[in-house]
């Protein structure tokens, strides 16, 4: 028996065709009307009184988006820079409508510098699904269609007129309220941060060219002048210094500055001095970080010069003091580069650490090791994971869940706003334990070393207030929540007397304002360090010193 052979014929796969210009066009308005929610947001609300003027910028940004996309049109270039475009838009606008966040170059910078750990935490279920519906979905489309291209010149010239005519129509649909819109931009300077795909493009671009001009830089030494005075007091015994660099605490939350909740309940009894108008120099670690171990004021410091220029730590080392850095954070941002560091978010230790991570108990019993090899004087700085969110329930121990009901997800949108303050809270509460167990480490240390602790925090953090989370925003709009940060000094008796300053003094200076710009110096006069590289008016303890500093 013969069988006949039979073919499938392979069903042809419809996809429809699409001009290069309404697919610009497409794409253009999907861009402007799905990953510009904050953007018309604050429009509407800037411009609530102005109706018309509302209308004629939905025709102007529209306008003005087609004709950038059209520009991009062209052959083998649209599909691929349309994805791109798709996918950036897709991302940005995820962490600026969840999280109220600005995606400028010091955002881009942190982003940027994070490590794999603290990424993990963003990449939520609810990120996912926006990807999937506002970049995988539009992507499929784009290349599912044929897109119809004219011959060259054809393409040109019409190309131009949709260019020119879209053109037109921005110039006069702007210019009619130019006054409106000028008025308002000067007056909200978050309203052209928010556009999408723009500021995420502009930003990357400039961090491009800031990082390739970085490259090539080399530290110019610092305080190669630097000797310690020897203490007034006559002591012999090694002075030990523990800065700790805190991560994402603010001064609000902070029971020490009068915030409700007891969230410092063991530093409060401990005889610690709290200054509680301090602020910060950034409103990101990738910023604040080197800019408080650095030489510079808030208002001097820019990225570059603190990459010229050798740090606080530099300077201690130069001046024999032994000086090492542990870090249980994203890194010293390049600050600890030339001294022992020690990564302890590497750490195996499984009471404090998993999934790359470690809460901040991981340093004290390293500490109490450390403290009994101490043969000279010493200076120790803590990098904190601190409060660092948006996984906050990461950040400490079951045994300190003593605000509740807690927020038991990074997703922050799944929580109540009282169930993420209760979280953050209760990192506070932890530092406040980290805190307190390195006071007490020094203080059973005493017949060996004179200690002292100062502790700053790196930045503030936004709690959803005023539709803002996390941190980042730019210096001059950003809410004191994320500038304004707690700043605590501790030294046991000796310690005070070895560098001759009045205690009492301090206490009754407490309430004049602080900020990163004292953390140099003041640390610098902390060690009875003479260099050409100290300046007395941004010591806090200048005022009071028994002898003063020169």
């Not at 500038?483 to 300053?501: C, E, H, N, Y």
Request: proline content about 5%.
């Amino acid at each position: 028996m013969k069988f006949k052979k039979t073919g499938f014929k392979k069903l042809p796969l419809y996809r429809p065709h699409l001009g290069s210009v309404m697919l610009s066009v497409c794409v253009a308005l999907f861009l402007l009307f799905t990953s510009n929610r904050t953007f018309w947001s604050k429009i509407n609300t800037y411009l609530a009184q102005e109706p018309v003027a509302i209308a004629m910028l939905y025709i102007a940004m529209s306008a003005f988006f087609i004709a950038a996309l059209t520009v991009f049109s062209a052959k083998y270039v649209i599909k691929p820079f349309f994805i791109f475009l798709v996918m950036t838009s897709a991302t940005a606008s995820w962490f600026v409508d969840q999280f109220g966040v600005v995606i400028d170059s010091d955002m881009m910078r942190n982003a940027y510098q994070t490590t794999p750990a603290e990424a993990q935490h963003l990449i939520t279920w609810g990120f996912v699904g926006h990807l999937a519906l506002f970049a995988f979905l539009p992507t499929v489309f784009i290349l599912w269609v044929r897109v119809v291209h004219q011959p060259l010149w054809g393409k040109i010239a019409r190309n131009s007129v949709v260019v020119i005519g879209c053109t037109l129509v921005f110039a006069g649909a702007a210019f009619s309220y130019s006054a409106t819109y000028t008025a308002a931009v000067r007056e909200h300077r978050d309203i052209a941060r928010a556009l999408i795909p723009m500021t995420p493009l502009v930003s990357a671009v400039k961090l491009f060219t800031q990082v390739r001009a970085e490259a090539k830089i080399v530290a110019q030494p610092l305080g190669h002048d630097a000797t310690v005075v020897p203490p007034i007091n006559g002591s012999r015994k090694p002075r030990v210094t523990v800065i700790v660099a805190g991560e994402t605490a603010r001064a609000q939350n902070f029971s020490l500055g009068g915030y409700q909740r007891d969230t410092n309940p063991l530093l409060a009894k401990q005889d610690i001095i709290y200054f509680p108008e301090t602020y910060s120099c950034g409103t990101a670690t990738a910023t604040s970080l080197p800019c408080m171990f650095s030489k510079f004021k808030r208002v001097d410091y820019t990225h570059k010069k603190g990459l010229e220029n050798e740090t606080l730590v530099d300077v201690i080392e130069n001046s024999g003091i032994k000086v090492e850095w542990w870090d249980n954070s994203t890194g010293s941002k390049g600050i600890a580069d030339r001294i022992p560091f020690v990564n302890l978010s590497a750490s195996k230790d499984t009471r404090y650490c998993k999934m790359g991570e470690c809460q901040d108990g991981v340093f004290l019993d390293k500490l109490e090791t450390w403290l009994r090899d101490v043969k000279q004087d010493s200076v120790l700085v803590l990098h904190q994971m601190g409060s660092h969110g948006p996984a906050y329930f990461l950040r400490y121990p079951d045994a300190f869940r003593r605000f509740t009901p807690d927020c038991r997800t990074a997703e922050l949108g799944d929580c109540k706003p009282e169930e993420i303050v209760n979280t953050y809270d209760n990192t506070i509460l932890y530092t406040d334990f980290i805190l307190s167990s390195i006071i007490e480490r020094l203080k059973a240390s005493s017949d060996r070393v004179e200690g002292g602790m100062i502790y700053m925090s790196d930045h503030g953090e936004s709690l959803g207030e005023q539709g803002l989370y996390l941190h980042g925003a730019p210096y001059m709009l950003a809410p004191d929540v994320q500038t304004k940060i707690p700043f605590v000094l501790w030294m046991d008796r000796q310690f005070q007397a070895s560098m001759g300053v009045d205690k009492a003094c301090l206490i009754n200076n407490r309430m004049s304002p602080r900020s990163h710009d004292n953390l140099f110096n003041s640390v610098l006069s902390m060690l009875n360090i003479s260099t050409s590289a100290y300046d007395r008016s941004l010591d806090v303890f200048a005022d009071c010193k028994l002898l003063k500093s020169s």
